[in-house]
């Protein structure tokens, strides 16, 4: 009876200590929220992930900004995937290597990743980490974004992406993450969040 007792404490403590250590490794992890975002949608998303999971929440902005005017901001932006430039950040990130997780937020833009998130991937180094990347769209999709993510960071951790449709600015369609549309995208986000494993 009494070998029967210990065995149950034992295993008792076991499980606790188990669970402790579970819930200590996913305090510990120091999360960096980064985003790009026009017309405030994919920013939107990124605060709905830090409501969800904390860390530190950064918008990334450039030294020059883009034209306001949709034409113009599209012609630019083709000539720089064409060209491969980089527009320099004017955001800079404090001691990156203290971050375990690292959320990654942009638009589609002419179905790539945008210029900026290209810049900030190629400056910063986050092999090692887990690199979470999110997306708004105008319907369109992720395009090759995601896999941008893993060519740009091959020695990460990267799990599936969260990915939803945001505005249409082609059609003056700007702003749309609000209402029932944020309330829709925090259940699409908390899903994704438990099935990534970062809930
Ligand atoms: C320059 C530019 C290019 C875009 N290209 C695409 C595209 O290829 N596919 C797509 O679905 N949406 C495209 N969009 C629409 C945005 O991805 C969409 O509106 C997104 O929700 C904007 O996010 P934001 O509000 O965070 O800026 C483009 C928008 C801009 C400004």
């Not at 375990?100 to 945008?114: A, N, R, S």
Request: net charge positive; charged share 20%.
């Amino acid at each position: 009876m009494k070998l029967l007792f210990f065995g149950y404490s034992l295993l008792t403590m076991c499980t606790v200590s188990g669970y402790a250590n579970a819930q200590q490794t996913m305090s510990n992890k120091k999360v960096l929220i980064v985003y790009f975002s026009r017309t405030n949608n994919t920013k939107a998303i990124a605060e709905i992930i830090h409501q969800q999971v904390g860390g530190k929440l950064v918008a990334l902005e450039l030294q020059n900004s883009y034209p306001a005017n949709y034409q113009a901001i599209v012609a630019q932006v083709a000539k720089e995937d064409e060209s491969g430039f980089l527009p320099p950040l004017k955001t800079e990130i404090d001691s990156i290597e203290k971050y375990d997780v690292v959320f990654i937020g942009f638009p589609t833009w002419g179905m790539q990743l945008p210029p900026p998130i290209k810049s900030f991937l190629k400056q910063y180094d986050l092999s090692g980490k887990t690199v979470v990347p999110f997306n708004t769209n105008a319907g369109y999709g992720v395009g090759n974004c995601f896999d941008t993510v893993k060519k740009l960071c091959p020695k990460s951790h990267i799990p599936e992406g969260f990915s939803i449709k945001g505005g249409i600015e082609r059609d003056g369609v700007l702003f749309v993450m609000k209402g029932e549309k944020e309330e829709e995208a925090t259940v699409k986000i908390k899903s994704w969040l438990k099935k990534v494993n970062i809930l």
